[in-house]
């Protein structure tokens, strides 16, 4: 089993930064990759950004590209994203997800019902 847990959300300003953090735990296997998804209230759960084991390779959706950089530290078994340039249209609940049954590239990876783990969700609220 796997455990995620996301921190790091709060009130932002619009053209502010945060960075958020996904810390993960139990049986992690080599090739797990993870993601961030989002879920504005009313919408259905939308993917941002991808990465792979190594980190060396990232997938970001059109939405995040420019303003949303994800990156993860194994050594400290966790995954960041940071966001830049924050928008009202980014307020969200955002998720950490992870699943060793993916391929990044795949067109899946932007299905939330494709992951096998989630953590709880992290608030993200920007005002204008």
């Known amino acids: 089993q796997v455990q995620l847990v996301e921190s790091g959300g709060g009130v932002a300003q619009t053209g502010d930064s945060l960075t958020l953090s996904c810390v993960v735990s139990?049986?992690?296997?080599?090739?797990?990759?993870m993601a961030w998804f989002r879920q504005a209230p009313g919408e259905e759960r939308k993917f941002v950004a991808g990465?792979?084991?190594?980190?060396?390779?990232?997938n970001h959706a059109d939405s995040a590209k420019g303003r949303f950089t994800i990156s993860r530290d194994n050594a400290k078994n966790t995954m960041y994203l940071q966001m830049n340039r924050l928008k009202p249209e980014d307020t969200a609940v955002y998720y950490c997800?992870?699943?060793?049954?993916?391929?990044?590239?795949?067109?899946?990876?932007?299905?939330?019902?494709?992951?096998?783990?989630w953590g709880q969700g992290t608030q993200v609220t920007v005002s204008s």
């Open positions: 139990g049986d992690i296997i080599s090739g797990t990759i």
């Open positions: 997800a992870a699943d060793s049954g993916l391929w990044l590239f795949d067109s899946r990876v932007k299905n939330g019902d494709e992951w096998a783990f």
């Open positions: 990465i792979s084991w190594s980190g060396g390779a990232t």
